[in-house]
């Protein structure tokens, strides 16, 4: 664990956009000629995976098996000012590799990620720890966010799923055009919802929901604020919500 939270550290500088030295530049490569991480069985790395550490004063838990991990948030990539360096697992970064940093996946874990904008998906390695900006759930190489054709924006609305040797991976995902919220709470009981969607209004939320739905088996209401066309306006909206002590927010699709 100490020769490991440096590095984790170190990379959490670096991703915060605080890291120095001049960027590599390796050889190009054409992205559509690299080929998806292929999932296979693999032990879990001697680093990256102890069972929670502390970046900029908040702890991060992680998980014990990436098995049915699915998540929606912002994505992000990193490049040529990384390339070479150490990973958390110990790897060097390859910013032409199919690989990708997570908070609490498990190192290694093989996850299938959609840019939910335009229905991309690429599956990819992850290895390395981080994104540790708010709001953003994945950090992909460049190679990875050039495939999902967000390179140009620099982030993305995505829906991130583990996969396995034995798990296909899932059927590909219709572009969500536009349909994002910030959902800002879930409640079996719809009263406890519609005080939540008072209170957002009250403090100056517009195009606040309540949306009744099945899950599990049982019913749920989700309160949301949207829609949301892009993910400046998911940010900001995120923002003012932990500003005004509503706490944390995930991304959801109608």
């Known amino acids: 664990m100490k020769d490991w939270l440096p ?18 530049q390796p050889a190009p490569v054409d992205p559509a000629e690299v080929p998806d991480a292929v999932p296979r069985a ?35 990539w990193y490049g040529p000012g990384f390339h070479g360096e ?9 910013m032409h590799a ?22 991309r998906s ?13 709001n953003r759930v994945i950090d992909l190489s460049y190679v990875a966010a050039a495939k999902l054709d967000m390179i140009r924006e620099g ?14 991976a899932a059927r590909p995902v219709a572009p969500a055009n536009g349909r994002f919220f910030a959902q ?3 409640f079996t009981e719809e009263d406890n919802a519609r005080r939540l969607a008072r209170r957002l209004a009250e403090a100056g939320f517009d195009n606040v929901l309540v949306v009744a739905a099945r899950a599990d088996g049982r019913d ?33 699709l109608d």
């Open 98 to 119: 199919m690989t990708a940093a997570h908070k609490t996946l498990p190192l290694p874990a093989y996850v299938q990620v959609t840019n939910l904008q335009n229905g």
């Open 7 to 24: 590095v984790v550290a170190v990379a959490a500088v670096a991703l915060a956009g605080c890291g120095g030295g001049p960027p590599r």
């Open 220 to 252: 749920v209401h989700r309160v949301r604020i949207g829609p949301l066309d892009s993910v400046d306006a998911f940010d900001a909206v995120t923002s003012r919500l932990r500003d005004a002590g509503f706490g944390p927010a995930i991304l959801a």
């Open 155 to 168: 982030t993305a609305m995505v829906e991130v799923r583990s996969v396995g040797p034995s798990s296909p």
């Open 122 to 134: 690429v599956v990819v390695r992850v290895n390395d720890r981080g994104p540790f900006k708010d």
């Open 42 to 76: 693999e032990p879990r790395a001697a680093r990256g995976n102890p069972p929670f550490y502390e970046v900029f004063g908040k702890r991060y838990v992680v998980l014990p098996t990436a098995d049915g991990f699915v998540e929606r948030g912002v994505a992000s």
């Open 86 to 94: 150490s990973t958390s697992s110990g790897e060097p970064y390859d």
């Open 184 to 186: 800002a709470g879930a």
